[in-house]
């Protein structure tokens, strides 16, 4: 017999230990339970029965039980629950989990494509995919060379919470991504969807809550929500959710040129996705389709409300792009919002923090959807009039896009006679001043900086999640610390004490240490997030960040003119107004001098690849280009850290000049301003 090689040796005559035989075991059952889960739960068609999968996991959860080392993050078993959370992180989005604009008629839709065919400079008409909008919670999932290493909720868009150990406990969310020739999966995959309850096991959920004497969950999607958000994974692990994905952060690099093409690539390495989604030639088979699932939806498992549109085409929608708060190339179109009859009680006059009066229905409640309503806006006076409504009247109820609550109109045949006229009042309900209503405005107002509810809904404002977001300073916390005197104004909310707090009822030294800990950590703060929170008038996120780009400190935005405002791009002759009562006051100075005394601290905003390209040039276009229509052209100069200017003045910095350019061209020249070619501008903005 022949000498055996030495690999032949080890082959024959090295015995594995049992540890080695156990990973490898491990290895195996691991890949043999996720297979098996995936044709399960993803594709609702087994290979094995229950029991038989039964008995492969009790096999992988014994060997892990004696060779705990082995466990790895993607095993099955670490869908069952970890330890208890001590609370959630705060997660950047690599990119921004953008909302959809809403459409709630055909000419919504029809408008939609138009906007498109300007955009793009194109007659169309185009190519869509459309899918059923699930009424869940939106999150990302985020793999790292096939592996899950980040789930996180949408958020406010840039910033969600980090609730992956959750996450993991639902069945079709893959730990690792399936993988073959025909769809490898890259390094980095940013997998956005929805998680959602079912109707049957909500009804079980709420069957088993009751029987405990908890309080019900009043519709599946807040009962995914609170299921997503408890610091128990354990208790998330019970409860009945799923997970559909319907998209990536950033289809760049993915062997796909549609949407469709997407959705396949992720069913094939592991995602559930709709088989509800539909091709359509153009936006009359758009229409067509939201009819055909409007009657298709109280068969489905699932709530839905309504239908989501995308451009088909991925190359359309890098083109289509973004505005500050959703994206181009999509849109949601809503159901019929549901509907009921009830009482008006009442009528209440509630002052914002602008000053302006809204009438507030006061109504006998009554369930909407799930959901039991017993207020509703009414908007304004014109709304009043135009809907004669009167104290006592039938009024129809519904939720506007299945969420806001308004009043449609009164029921005019169940009147009696007996019914009251509502009319707005003559003096503000909280200060007495007499109200006033500018002639351009729709709005009643309070013209009372120092009136009581103006100060009040500011303070509420500035410490709520379209300000500061400080934890523990909800609505509620911040009129009972304006009640008690503690708060009167925005800077007080940094001079609040531990003991202070603790001396109110309803407070523990746990949670006035924890509100301390809190407004400690918001004094630290970005220039646009300070400007957003302050509540001036028509100034949201959108705008605070335009200012934060023109201006570099407090002093130079408070020096600064009205025309100073209308000159930057996206602030028109309202804003720069509103910009310059409310920033010019001795009082807005004041606030800003304390809070500053106090500690607060602007930090710059961090950008993930430093200083725009673009940043501190201010373009202007004149004639047509032949690549770019007008609109998407200034899309691009703001996408990289422009401005836009309408235009010629002091600040323009470049002069893009298409085809028939005229008089501004001549003036730009004479100003020895830089000319651009549409050649130069395309090596500009796609280098």
Same mark, same amino acid.
């Given at each position: 017999?022949?000498?055996?090689?030495?690999?032949?040796?080890?082959?024959?005559?090295?015995?594995?230990?049992?540890?080695?035989?156990?990973?490898?075991?491990?290895?195996?059952?691991?890949?043999?339970?996720?297979?098996?889960?995936?044709?399960?739960?993803?594709?609702?068609?087994?290979?094995?029965?229950?029991?038989?999968?039964?008995?492969?996991?009790?096999?992988?959860?014994?060997?892990?039980?004696?060779?705990?080392?082995?466990?790895?993050?993607?095993?099955?078993?670490?869908?069952?629950?970890?330890?208890?959370?001590?609370?959630?992180?705060?997660?950047?989005?690599?990119?921004?989990?953008?909302?959809?604009?809403?459409?709630?008629?055909?000419?919504?839709?029809?408008?939609?494509?138009?906007?498109?065919?300007?955009?793009?400079?194109?007659?169309?008409?185009?190519?869509?995919?459309?899918?059923?909008?699930?009424?869940?919670?939106?999150?990302?999932?985020?793999?790292?060379?096939?592996?899950?290493?980040?789930?996180?909720t949408r958020g406010d868009g840039q910033t969600g919470e980090d609730i992956t150990q959750n996450l993991k406990t639902i069945a079709t969310v893959p730990l690792r991504l399936?993988?073959?020739?025909?769809?490898?999966?890259?390094?980095?995959?940013?997998?956005?969807?929805?998680?959602?309850?079912?109707?049957?096991?909500?009804?079980?959920?709420?069957?088993?809550?009751?029987?405990?004497?908890?309080?019900?969950?009043?519709?599946?999607?807040?009962?995914?929500?609170?299921?997503?958000?408890?610091?128990?994974?354990?208790?998330?692990?019970?409860?009945?959710?799923?997970?559909?994905?319907?998209?990536?952060?950033?289809?760049?690099?993915?062997?796909?040129?549609?949407?469709?093409?997407?959705?396949?690539?992720?069913?094939?390495?592991?995602?559930?996705?709709?088989?509800?989604?539909?091709?359509?030639?153009?936006?009359?088979?758009?229409?067509?389709?939201?009819?055909?699932?409007?009657?298709?939806?109280?068969?489905?498992?699932?709530?839905?409300?309504?239908?989501?549109?995308?451009?088909?085409?991925?190359?359309?929608?890098?083109?289509?792009?973004?505005?500050?708060?959703?994206?181009?190339?999509?849109?949601?179109?809503?159901?019929?919002?549901?509907?009921?009859?009830?009482?008006?009680?009442?009528?209440?006059?509630?002052?914002?923090?602008?000053?302006?009066?809204?009438?507030?229905?006061?109504?006998?409640?009554?369930?909407?959807?799930?959901?039991?309503?017993?207020?509703?806006?009414?908007?304004?006076?014109?709304?009043?009039?135009?809907?004669?409504?009167?104290?006592?009247?039938?009024?129809?109820?519904?939720?506007?896009?299945?969420?806001?609550?308004?009043?449609?109109?009164?029921?005019?045949?169940?009147?009696?006679?007996?019914?009251?006229?509502?009319?707005?009042?003559?003096?503000?309900?909280?200060?007495?001043?007499?109200?006033?209503?500018?002639?351009?405005?729709?709005?009643?107002?309070?013209?009372?900086?120092?009136?009581?509810?103006?100060?009040?809904?500011?303070?509420?404002?500035?410490?709520?999640?379209?300000?500061?977001?400080?934890?523990?300073?909800?609505?509620?916390?911040?009129?009972?610390?304006?009640?008690?005197?503690?708060?009167?104004?925005?800077?007080?909310?940094?001079?609040?004490?531990?003991?202070?707090?603790?001396?109110?009822?309803?407070?523990?030294?746990?949670?006035?240490?924890?509100?301390?800990?809190?407004?400690?950590?918001?004094?630290?703060?970005?220039?646009?997030?300070?400007?957003?929170?302050?509540?001036?008038?028509?100034?949201?996120?959108?705008?605070?960040?335009?200012?934060?780009?023109?201006?570099?400190?407090?002093?130079?935005?408070?020096? @600064?003119?009205?025309? /100073?405002?209308?000159?930057?791009? *996206?602030? &028109?002759?309202?804003?720069? !107004?509103?910009?310059?009562? =409310? #920033?010019?006051?001795?009082?807005?100075?004041?606030?800003?001098?304390?809070?500053?005394?106090?500690?607060?601290?602007?930090?710059?905003?961090?950008?993930?690849?430093?200083?725009?390209?673009?940043?501190?040039?201010?373009?202007?276009?004149?004639?047509?280009?032949?690549?770019?229509?007008?609109?998407?052209?200034?899309?691009?100069?703001?996408?990289?850290?422009?401005?836009?200017?309408?235009?010629?003045? @002091?600040?323009?910095? /470049?002069?893009?000049?298409?085809? *028939?350019? &005229?008089?501004?061209?001549? !003036?730009?020249?004479?100003? =020895? #301003?830089?000319?651009?070619?549409?050649?130069?501008?395309?090596?500009?903005?796609?280098?």
């Open positions: 017999m022949t000498e055996r090689t030495a690999s032949q040796r080890s082959l024959f005559e090295v015995q594995a230990t049992p540890a080695q035989v156990a990973a490898q075991r491990l290895a195996v059952l691991r890949a043999e339970l996720h297979k098996h889960a995936y044709r399960y739960y993803v594709l609702d068609n087994p290979l094995i029965s229950d029991a038989e999968y039964d008995l492969l996991f009790q096999e992988l959860l014994d060997l892990e039980t004696k060779f705990p080392d082995f466990v790895t993050p993607d095993s099955p078993s670490q869908r069952v629950g970890g330890a208890l959370l001590a609370g959630f992180q705060a997660v950047g989005h690599r990119l921004p989990m953008l909302s959809l604009d809403n459409a709630f008629k055909k000419d919504d839709l029809e408008n939609f494509e138009k906007k498109l065919g300007r955009f793009l400079q194109s007659a169309g008409p185009f190519k869509y995919l459309a899918e059923p909008k699930i009424d869940g919670l939106a999150v990302e999932l985020i793999y790292e060379k096939g592996l899950l290493t980040l789930g996180s399936l993988a073959s020739e025909a769809s490898a999966v890259p390094d980095l995959l940013e997998v956005r969807g929805e998680v959602y309850i079912e109707t049957a096991g909500f009804k079980a959920l709420n069957q088993e809550r009751l029987q405990a004497g908890e309080p019900l969950f009043a519709n599946p999607r807040n009962a995914a929500a609170g299921s997503l958000r408890q610091l128990d994974p354990r208790l998330t692990a019970k409860r009945p959710l799923a997970f559909i994905a319907y998209g990536v952060s950033d289809p760049a690099g993915l062997p796909c040129q549609s949407q469709d093409a997407l959705l396949e690539l992720l069913a094939a390495i592991g995602f559930r996705i709709t088989p509800l989604a539909r091709r359509c030639g153009g936006i009359a088979e758009v229409f067509s389709y939201f009819e055909y699932l409007a009657d298709l939806r109280a068969s489905l498992a699932y709530e839905i409300d309504g239908l989501v549109v995308k451009v088909n085409d991925l190359g359309l929608q890098k083109r289509l792009g973004a505005t500050a708060r959703s994206p181009r190339w999509a849109i949601a179109m809503k159901f019929a919002a549901t509907q009921a009859t009830t009482r008006l009680l009442a009528v209440d006059f509630q002052v914002g923090r602008t000053g302006a009066v809204t009438p507030v229905a006061i109504l006998e409640p009554v369930a909407i959807g799930g959901v039991t309503v017993s207020r509703a806006t009414l908007h304004n006076e014109d709304e009043l009039r135009r809907k004669d409504l009167r104290i006592g009247d039938t009024v129809l109820i519904q939720r506007a896009g299945d969420v806001i609550p308004e009043v449609v109109k009164p029921v005019v045949e169940e009147r009696t006679g007996t019914e009251q006229p509502v009319t707005m009042p003559d003096n503000c309900p909280n200060c007495a001043s007499p109200l006033i209503r500018l002639a351009n405005e729709s709005a009643t107002r309070c013209p009372n900086f120092h009136c009581p509810a103006q100060r009040l809904r500011a303070l509420i404002h500035f410490t709520g999640k379209a300000g500061l977001d400080i934890e523990g300073l909800g609505k509620k916390v911040m009129e009972q610390l304006y009640e008690a005197d503690l708060v009167r104004e925005i800077p007080d909310i940094f001079t609040l004490s531990s003991d202070s707090l603790q001396e109110l009822e309803g407070w523990g030294e746990l949670s006035a240490a924890k509100a301390v800990a809190a407004i400690s950590a918001s004094k630290t703060t970005t220039f646009a997030g300070l400007i957003a929170a302050l509540g001036i008038r028509h100034v949201g996120e959108g705008i605070a960040e335009i200012l934060e780009q023109r201006f570099t400190n407090l002093a130079g935005l408070l020096d @600064a003119t009205e025309q /100073d405002f209308k000159d930057i791009q *996206g602030i &028109g002759k309202e804003i720069a !107004k509103s910009l310059k009562n =409310q #920033l010019g006051t001795p009082a807005m100075r004041q606030t800003l001098d304390r809070l500053l005394a106090l500690g607060l601290t602007i930090v710059p905003t961090v950008q993930t690849d430093g200083k725009l390209p673009l940043t501190g040039r201010v373009f202007l276009f004149t004639g047509g280009l032949a690549a770019f229509s007008r609109d998407e052209a200034k899309a691009r100069v703001k996408a990289l850290g422009g401005q836009v200017a309408s235009a010629i003045n @002091a600040k323009v910095t /470049d002069v893009v000049s298409g085809e *028939g350019a &005229g008089s501004k061209l001549k !003036k730009a020249r004479e100003l =020895q #301003l830089a000319i651009l070619s549409e050649t130069d501008f395309i090596k500009l903005v796609e280098r």
